[in-house]
């Protein structure tokens, strides 16, 4: 079965969105500047009212270290994704620090940067176009992962279900494709997660 990933979550209503259609995981961005940015303060009080069984992702570029242990250590989330230039000791650092799941993303662009993320120290991966940019990348680059996967980049309920039927991800990550001027929309992620749960029910 692969996992579904909403991205980019930042109010009350989105977690009724959530809570509502049940994914297997939640993103809350943690880059000031960026349009989908919330502060440790509010994701806190959003993960409060998370349903529990829902995980929730930290996704960070160039943090210091200690801001993303703190924030798993209060369980504001789970899971820490990593989507700058953090090198393995920090990946491993973090890990032996707190002992949580690490995903860590890779713009991926040719086979090469496919080989460089499989040599990563994380538990998952995550193969994205961007910073959530909407676009796809080209999935044939995608052969012989023996990691499990997030496919990420340009996903929406259209396309969802061929790429779960091609690629076989561990997970698939939405944010663009699930929003509507910039918020997300209640209908596109039920679309979304009805598209990957016909493609489950055809993969199984
Ligand atoms: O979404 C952002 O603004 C963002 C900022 C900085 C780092 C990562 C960011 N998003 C990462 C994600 O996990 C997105 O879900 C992923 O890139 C897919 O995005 P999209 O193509 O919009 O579905």
Known sequence: MTKIKICGLKSAEDISYVNALNPDYIGFVFLQGRQRYISPKDAATLRAILKP??????IFVNEP????AALLETETIQ???LHGREDASYALK???LCHKPIIKAFIIKSKEDIKQALDYPCDYLLLDNGLGTGETFDWSLICDIHKPFFLAG???P????????????FG???SSGVETNCRKDYQKIKAFIEACTAANRKCN
């Open 94 to 96: 973090l890990k032996s």
């Open 79 to 81: 899971l820490a994704q």
């Open 53 to 58: 069984t829902i995980q929730s992702v930290g």
């Open 65 to 68: 270290l200690k801001n993303v």
């Open 158 to 169: 259209a396309n969802v279900k061929e790429a779960i039927e091609k690629i076989h991800p």
């Open 172 to 174: 698939v990550d939405v």
């Open 154 to 156: 340009g996903l929406n």
